[in-house]
């Protein structure tokens, strides 16, 4: 009887811990390369074929008309000279910070649900920065001579201007670009050798290259862990200085409802609420539609994930009235015309519609935990605090540009040309991904397998308890 | 920590060129927002983009109306340029030195080619005042036969803004030096001040006491600056309700 109890217990964490349902490793192994290397179906081949119509229209196109025809095209005007472009790049930033958050201050606090998915959030740092990247290039008038912004050697000693916040902005992006890559091929690097010891042909010679010889002897994996530990910690700072320093680009301004000492945590909560939201549409999209996925990505994810939401919303929410109240206190008088045109203003219904998707439903719906480890929910979820959050940038950089201390210039913005290539940033986001699914193993199968390892069942008397070992 | 006594020290030893504008005689009829455009090449932009926001004027005049019809008040009109800060926002943010401090006249200087256009500038000044080039505007005829050789012409994608009509200080100034002489108080006038037809903008040096400048901003008194609790510093003193 009581064999059968400890029996059931078990199974019982079987099937809901993924840490604690081994396979055997070669049977992991083969899951995950089928899933990567698997004849697509139609259904791939008619996602990559209208993600890559879109993108050759909304993005190459249509980039190109606005470099052609100039500015003109877009929405921007006076007194709103930033507009979506500026709103894409703050969003897709924002995005790229959930991966940072999932794979380096995770796995520095050894969370162990993180394990399947570090790679999903790593590529989303990758994918999401290219995109950013990409908008903050469209939104300059003359993008053929953006080289001046670097600081390079010239024979009129010109150099950029180390005062101006946009400068910090280019180092602080381009420094979390590069080491973030960095980051997404270290603990690759495994998956890459057990790929490239089970391929052939045009794959076999790809992952030979990326796997640089790896063989999984004692003394590459003490390097690499040493490596992997580095770059974790190195890494944390590096993400919380961009979203900081993203936000200077509006801190630092003389604007009314833009000089805010708030803005540096604000813009870092608001980039991990709409990551941790993008973090889970693509993993339910992943379990979704790739095969095996059901046996690595389970409820409890979406339950972990769906509690991280949940806590950041409710973060947000506080930074958003801190930052109300702190500008509301310092009593001035344009700043107090701003923050009743936001809720009062012709954009107002944007402002309570931010409010209702980023504050009410999130809690409205993750502080149940069935509801919150149902993928479709809690990804819906996800979908609709990333249109807050977009909703959120666009309030900060249009509308609150709309109110100055120049009445007579005052102006409401109207988006033109922005909005396709914003489209076409999110069709490139998500090709990249589809196309990633077929070259890189979606899950990190050596953290899976090296978290199963760590754990145990132990019995304490009746009582079947769960150990986790310390690894390192 | 820079004490606001020393920027006022600073600014009063070094601001050079100025304006006082006279409201209560401005007619805001407009000359000296055509005779700017022609003088400085400023572009035609047309009656759809300048309806949304995007006209391309250095100067502009500014009516506001005070209360609710009928009972409505109009203010004076306000001519508002580039105020030449002493200290400007514009100058810091922009990541390519487009926009930098002319130690040897005082004034902000914009230089067309090396601008890529972020547009910080422009959300960071305070007035309002700077134009960019949102596209390659057409100029139809007779415009393109009326080009001031001195200045140069912008293509889309630069930001531009009130230069003070730094060629026609540059002129002078090279007069003067080929007549081994200093620039004489009234020799030449901005663009903007030599149009209007009632002497509200005055142009010339603040650093001199004798210049007509001085003389009028020390006659009318309770003079404005525009947004000074910024600490912007600007060369423009406004003067209203005399």
């Known amino acids: 009887m009581t064999d059968k109890k400890h029996h059931d217990a078990e199974a019982h964490f079987r099937e809901k811990h993924l840490m604690l349902d081994p396979l055997p490793r070669g049977q992991m192994n083969d899951m995950v390369m089928e899933s990567m290397t ?72 050894k969370a162990e649900f993180r394990r399947p998915f570090t790679r999903a959030a790593e590529l989303m740092t990758t994918f999401g920065l290219v995109q950013a990247g990409m908008s903050i290039f469209m ?7 953006s080289y001046w912004l670097m600081p390079y050697p010239n024979q009129r000693m010109l150099w950029p201007n180390f005062h101006s916040p946009l400068s910090w902005d280019l180092l602080a992006i381009t420094t979390y670009l590069l080491s973030s890559t960095m980051y997404l091929f270290l603990p690759l690097i495994p998956d890459m050798a057990m790929a490239r010891d089970r391929s052939t042909g045009w794959r076999k010679a790809v992952y030979k290259t990326l796997a640089l010889g790896f063989r999984g002897t004692e003394g590459e994996w003490t390097h690499l862990r040493n490596a992997m530990n580095i770059f974790a910690f190195a890494i944390i700072p590096v993400m919380f200085s961009v979203h900081t320093i993203v936000s200077w680009d509006f801190a630092a301004a003389t604007r009314p409802g833009w000089n805010s000492t708030i803005f540096g945590p604000y813009f870092i909560v608001g980039a991990l609420h709409s990551g941790m939201g993008a973090a889970v549409v693509v993993l339910a999209v992943i379990r979704g539609n790739m095969k095996h996925m059901k046996y690595f990505i389970r409820a409890e994810h ?171 | 920590m820079i004490k606001l006594e020393e920027v006022k020290m600073s600014a009063e030893e070094t601001g050079k060129w100025g304006m006082v504008i006279d409201q209560d005689i401005c007619t805001g009829c407009q000359a000296c927002v055509a005779a700017c455009a022609m003088e400085n090449n400023i572009t035609f932009v047309g009656e759809k983009d300048s309806g949304y926001g995007r006209s391309m004027h250095w100067i502009r005049i500014e009516r506001f109306w005070e209360g609710e019809y009928p009972e409505v008040k109009m203010t004076p009109n306000q001519p508002m340029m580039c105020q030449q800060c002493g200290s400007a926002p514009c100058e810091p943010v922009c990541p390519a030195f487009a926009t930098v401090h002319s130690q040897a006249e005082q004034l902000n200087l914009q230089v ?117 609790e910024l600490g912007t510093l600007p060369s423009v003193t406004y003067f209203k309700g005399g």
Not at chain 1, 59 to 66: E, G, I, K, N
Not at chain 1, 426 to 447: C, G, N, Q
Not at chain 2, 200 to 220: C, H, M, W, Y
């Open chain 1, 38 to 109: 698997g004849k697509p179906s139609w259904k791939f081949w008619l996602a990559v074929l209208v993600l890559g119509g879109i993108v050759a229209y909304c993005l190459v196109y249509s980039w190109a008309v606005l470099i052609a025809e100039g500015l003109g095209v877009a929405g921007v005007n006076r007194p709103s000279y930033w507009g979506v472009f500026l709103v894409n790049t703050v969003f897709w930033i924002g995005i790229s910070h959930a991966g940072t958050f999932i794979s380096a201050i995770l796995r520095v606090f």
């Open chain 1, 139 to 145: 939104h300059m008038g003359r993008v053929w001579l």
């Open chain 1, 302 to 472: 979406f339950d972990a994930i769906g509690k991280l939401m949940l806590i950041i919303s409710m973060t947000w929410a506080y930074f958003f009235f801190n930052d109300y109240m702190v500008q509301w206190y310092g009593g001035d008088k344009w700043t107090k015309m701003l923050l009743h045109y936001h809720e009062a203003g012709p954009m107002g219904w944007m402002w309570f519609a931010m409010l209702i998707v980023n504050v009410a439903i999130p809690w409205a719906i993750l502080w149940n935990p069935k509801w919150r480890s149902t993928p479709w929910l809690v990804s819906t979820v996800g979908i609709l605090i990333n249109v807050g959050m977009w909703f959120e940038r666009y309030i900060i950089v249009p509308i609150s540009l709309t109110i100055n201390r120049m009445p007579f210039t005052w102006r409401l913005y109207q988006p033109g040309i922005e909005l396709y290539l914003g489209v076409g940033t999110l069709a490139l986001f998500i090709l990249l991904y589809v196309l990633a699914s077929k070259v890189i193993p979606m899950i990190p199968v050596w953290e899976v397998q090296e978290g199963q390892m760590a754990h145990q069942f132990k019995k304490y008397g009746r009582e079947t308890v769960v150990a986790v070992s310390e690894l390192e």
């Open chain 2, 112 to 228: 067309y080619n090396r601008c890529v256009g972020t547009r910080y500038c422009a959300n960071n000044c305070p007035y309002q005042v700077r134009s960019f080039n949102w596209r390659d505007y057409e100029r139809p005829e007779p415009l393109p036969n009326q080009f001031n050789p001195d200045v140069t012409v912008r293509r889309r994608g630069v930001m531009e803004k009130c230069t003070f009509c730094i060629q026609r200080i540059h002129k002078a100034q090279d007069k003067a030096k080929s007549e081994g002489r200093e620039v004489v108080d009234g020799e030449f006038t901005t663009a903007c001040a030599q149009a209007c037809p009632a002497n509200a903008i005055t142009f010339g040096r603040v650093d001199d006491p004798e210049s007509l400048v001085s003389q009028l901003a020390k006659r009318r008194g309770h003079g404005v600056k525009h947004l000074e």
